[in-house]
């Protein structure tokens, strides 16, 4: 009788899970390309550096529910991130240096609590929640169509 490692039969069972899991570039692709097809203010160079931020772990969580990730130019210095909670749309301005880290952070803090609010949330460049804040509303592309799962 020959005896198997515990480490060989470990490797054995995570094997076929392996082979269906995404590699993390290709789920960082994955939300550039959605971004890609649904956010107006889309361009790789915007887009992909915040993207490339966001803990993969994150961006799964993202995905699966449909939330999509915008860079908008409207949004001025004062409220520079956004989450639209009606159309599950986390929007930051890529002109403000602080907009990509506050919008990662928020991104981290509600994909990790799995709440997502339907009213939209700004926060300034520090993070801090902005109430009775006026924001420019969220327009998707042309024939975009936004996958929101409410849950």
Known sequence: ??????????????????????SDRQ????????????????STERTAPT?????VGALRVMLD??????????????????FYGRVGVFGWNPEVPAAAT???AKIDQMTRKDEYPVETLVWDAKGTALTQQTVPAF???P???VLYKVR
């Open 65 to 82: 529910r449909g939330l999509v990730m915008c860079p908008d130019r409207r949004l001025d210095a004062s409220a520079p991130a956004v």
């Open 143 to 145: 024939g975009a169509a």
């Open 139 to 141: 327009e998707p592309r």
């Open 27 to 42: 789920v960082a692709e994955d939300m550039v390309t959605r971004a890609a097809n649904v956010c107006p203010g889309h």
């Open 51 to 55: 993207v490339k931020k966001v803990p």
């Open 102 to 104: 506050v919008v990662v």
């Open 1 to 22: 009788m020959t005896r198997t490692s515990p480490l060989v039969l470990l490797g054995l069972c995570l094997a076929p899970a392996l082979a269906f899991a995404q």
